[in-house]
């Protein structure tokens, strides 16, 4: 019998993040204020704890994690390697498949690698209380699973139309003892003044971010603070566990490298997860594929420009060295919420300007019928938002077939899709179009970025 | 770091089913027509390939798993052994609590360990398609997902109300392929007379039953047979690669055999898999309770007499010795479908005459406040029918307590409640009412098999 999984014990999991801000040829510019000032610590201090701010601006490659930080994720990590044989042999390629499962978390995504430490940090600073936005919603469920273990209030501001559209992972919160609310809500000068304007809008996660944001900053006892749930450093840097579990289960499976590295990338944090451990060792020398894959609906990583920008759609967030579709940008509804952001993380975005980065766009309806090959393969149900890393990986593993050669594939299975059955459901009734963004539509969002500072487009010429 | 998992690997995995029915001390007792005459394996060839009529009359101890099969479980199997580390430390209690957490299948449950046996015996067979019912959908999904991977047919009656309020079940076996439709439906002849007799009818598992029949055997082409996820012996049979995996993990774990071992139990097979090896134990002398839990609202195995009954409500089926409500009986609308039956296995039920098993019952408060317990320790959201094993553990554990003494608690995690939030709603919105059938309640519905034969009820004394 082929092996169909890698498994670790608790003994093999990473005792430190892997920070690729240390290894990065050409460095990371800083984040700004509006007017150009470079942010320090200090600015970031009301929104988050500084424990977490250290970690954001750290140089340090390696950051030690906490033993109780390793012992809540031992919960359900080490998570499986798993190996694709079946859609192997669908494929006839000679690819060799290994996917990374993070389904097997409480919540059912990657998301609780970060929100375990971010919870635990919070605490160890006594805040007590944490504000965050969720659209689809697998970001709170992971946050309130995380302040529920740690006996910490959670409050989500929650986008309205996921609000009312998907009572399931509303639910999954309530269970877990968060307290989630629709954005706009009537809490917030922010959500205030946008029903005052707009009663009946749906929301939109910039509202929500405003609104948490707000919501952290006004408690008068500091003992509130903001999360973010992709995008800033510290986040990605937690999600590093993935990659260096990988590289030890892939020894495991006599494996020496993969030649190719795939994820999913929204904000970014889980493809960072899988990747940067690898980034590491292409920038050692070793001839690996690193490829982050965003939705041709919010093509950020493939045809936006690298700008300033900032983190949110009202514009209170410092402003990022990013490539961006432009904070008023609104994706298309696409059921891949987590794909559905205008940036992506600083990180990420280095790496690309840095060649060490190969990212793809790929349309919602191949993502989808790649999911159903996946099904009837593999036989479990990806998220939408994974399912985009799997279009990649058959597309690779075809490739492989045609050019008659062995290759090894990784890539992070970030979610499961057992929320998400709705998007199947209107793909199977062929209600979904094909969605790719126009240049047009990039040009007119690129306004809002005219009167912004530009980042310096480094890059050491390695790659 | 107190380990917080036991793994093995595909190798690890057992190479036979086991039979409680060879160590049974007086044996079992054969189904029956309506007027008392034993059912041969011919009288069931329509119903079921014969493959699986001869596991279901085996009297062999032990009953090799085909190779396919076995790579087949090898997708999910072995399942994690875990210890509840945070729920020990909750209730103060000096019992280690372990649990086979058998929510890690692509289903959510443990429903495809025998899903997937019974649709490759039935390939093997020659047949092309499989019927079935369902109610909450679990076994459905379980059967779709078995047939997509097999190439069969699968056509799911899924009873009306569950059909309306569960549609996420329903896209789930979409996704694997199925054909899942509502019933009554206008497919059969049961259907249709329903229909017409009354149009609005929320529909019921005995109705479903029927129809799921009636569509295998008015095949004339003799491609269709029919499934049935849970009661007879084969069914639970498939299941004992659960207890058998537990006793290696809990060897792994330090420990010699569990003081008790608890399940849920509808129709049986879930508390089947996890104790019937551990009662081969007991039978050859070890000192364990078995203890199947079922609902209050349908207290089965606690309050209803032991005879012959049908397993379905039409009374299309052999009547079968078991424990039995009557088959008129109507459980109330509790949110455990999966404990909704009216009987229990015959093999659970010889058990519980013999003395081997312990059965107890437990109403949906306590289950749903034991649940709430368990997702804020242990961190995972439990199916509503696995909550009443969680419940009876969490007695067990608390007895311990006060009764200053160690303990090995071992339960099986049946499935997860992802596709089951509203229930959990509905309890924390106080909507739920504390559910117990009464004795006049159960009397009424014994009038049903005042005219039907009687089994003996033979017990060795030996417990």
């Given at each position: 019998m082929v092996p169909r999984k890698y498994l670790l014990s608790e003994d093999d999991m990473p005792r430190c993040w892997y920070n690729l801000a240390a290894d990065l040829p050409t460095g990371m510019q800083p984040p700004l204020t509006p007017d150009g000032k470079p942010i320090g610590p200090e600015m970031l201090a009301p929104v988050f704890p500084m424990n977490l701010i250290e970690q954001e601006v750290s140089q340090e490659r390696w950051i030690e994690i906490p033993q109780e930080i390793q012992e809540i994720l031992a919960r359900w990590r080490p998570t499986p390697l798993r190996r694709a044989v079946y859609l192997e042999q669908h494929l006839k390629t000679h690819a060799r498949i290994y996917y990374k499962d993070e389904s097997v978390s409480p919540p059912g995504s990657?998301?609780?690698?970060?929100a375990v430490p971010q919870a635990w940090y919070n605490k160890q600073f006594g805040i007590k209380r944490i504000t965050t936005e969720t659209g689809a919603g697998q970001w709170g469920c992971a946050l309130a699973f995380a302040c529920n273990l740690l006996g910490l209030e959670c409050k989500v501001f929650m986008v309205r139309i996921s609000f009312d559209q998907k009572p399931m992972r509303k639910l999954m919160m309530k269970v877990w003892g968060a307290n989630c609310i629709a954005s706009p809500s009537n809490e917030t000068h922010a959500g205030r003044d946008i029903l005052a304007r707009m009663p009946d809008t749906p929301g939109s996660l910039g509202i929500a971010i405003s609104e948490a944001v707000e919501a952290a900053v006004s408690d008068t006892s500091g003992q509130t603070r903001y999360s973010l749930g992709s995008v800033l450093n510290h986040v990605l840097l937690h999600q590093t566990v993935i990659g260096q579990e990988a590289q030890k289960q892939l020894k495991q499976a006599g494996e020496k490298l993969p030649d190719v590295v795939i994820g999913c990338a929204g904000g970014g944090s889980n493809f960072a997860g899988i990747a940067f451990p690898f980034v590491l060792d292409k920038i050692n020398g070793a001839n690996i594929r690193l490829v982050p894959v965003e939705p041709a609906a919010c093509p950020t990583m493939t045809k936006a420009p690298f700008v300033y920008d900032f983190g949110d759609t009202a514009g209170m967030t410092p402003l990022l060295p990013m490539f961006s579709l432009g904070h008023d940008f609104v994706p298309a509804p696409i059921h891949a919420g987590g794909l559905r952001y205008h940036g992506i993380a600083p990180l990420v975005s280095q790496g690309i300007v840095e060649g060490l980065l190969e990212p793809q766009a790929i349309d919602q309806l191949t993502c989808y019928k790649s999911a159903l090959t996946w099904a009837s393969t593999e036989g479990t149900i990806c998220a939408p938002e994974t399912s985009h890393a799997i279009a990649s990986v058959i597309d690779e593993a075809v490739k492989a077939r045609e050019e008659g050669k062995e290759k090894v594939i990784l890539f992070c299975y970030?979610?499961?899709g057992l929320m998400d059955l709705s998007g199947y459901d209107r793909y199977l009734s062929g209600e979904l179009p094909e969605l790719r963004l126009s240049d047009e539509e990039i040009q007119k969002y690129q306004?809002?970025?005219?009167n912004l500072p530009k980042p310096e487009r480094r890059k050491s010429g390695r790659w």
């Open positions: 990657h998301k609780p690698n970060t970030s979610g499961h306004k809002s970025l005219e």
